[in-house]
């Protein structure tokens, strides 16, 4: 679970991070082989965006006491 800001912006980084990884591997990649291998980075993919939209769906405690 995201706790701040700043590992909203890492878990951001390790999206790009795996997308870049699977994008490489369409091209080099046998399309068997492109599914097997990307199955795993794609549903990391799926968990780390929910992740994200659950964090930024939330309001910061400071604008709740306002």
Avoid: C, H, K
């Avoid at 951001?12 to 369409?26: D, G």
Wanted: net charge negative; hydrophobic share 40%.
């Amino acid at each position: 679970m995201i706790q701040n800001d700043q590992e909203l912006q890492a878990l951001q980084e390790r999206i790009l991070l795996f997308e870049r990884v699977l994008t490489e591997a369409r091209r080099n990649y046998s399309p068997q082989n492109y599914r097997a291998m990307a199955e795993g980075y794609l549903f990391e993919i799926d968990r780390m965006q929910a992740e994200i939209r659950s964090y930024l769906s939330d309001l910061p405690e400071y604008a709740e006491a306002a």
